[in-house]
């Protein structure tokens, strides 16, 4: 109990202002590794950033910082750029690169931009939040869809 304190609390005060709060059924924390396991209803918040899954793996490097987050199952999840796009949808696994604000989605992706009003759906999603890139992969045989929502033209 005492490591899950000061795991959470060491997690928190890596983020610059920002608190991280990691709510899940079960915690298994190797400290030598740099891996904590989250399993069970897990649920991530930073700032206005939320992520659900039913497992959630933090990977730390060598001076404790979060290098990784990896979910998978029933992934659901709503992000928030630094230019204010606000990102909402589901993957079977998402992996995120803290220090790249960068975010990795797997199977079955469903992106929307909901400020933009702009939708991807695919197997392999990569969102850049810090250059507000995106690109998409689909299935062996399913193509990526795209979808936006177009102003209706005047008479």
Known sequence: MKFL???TIFLASTLISQELKIKAD???GDEKSGISIFEG????VKGNDELNASKVTVYTDAQHQPTKF?????TS???YTKEGSIYKGKAEKVIYFPETKEYHFFQNVH???IDE???IIGEEVIL??????AYAKGAKNEPVIMIFELPEEKN
């Not at 209803?41 to 991530?44: A, F, L, M, S, T």
């Not at 990896?70 to 029933?74: L, P, V, W």
């Not at 850049?128 to 890139?133: A, D, F, L, R, V």
């Open 77 to 79: 999840f709503t992000l």
């Open 111 to 113: 992106l929307r931009q």
């Open 128 to 133: 850049k939040s810090i250059e507000g890139k």
């Open 41 to 44: 209803n897990v649920n991530v």
């Open 26 to 28: 079960s915690f298994d």
């Open 117 to 119: 009003k702009k939708e």
């Open 5 to 7: 304190l000061f795991f």
């Open 70 to 74: 990896m979910a998978i199952g029933n």
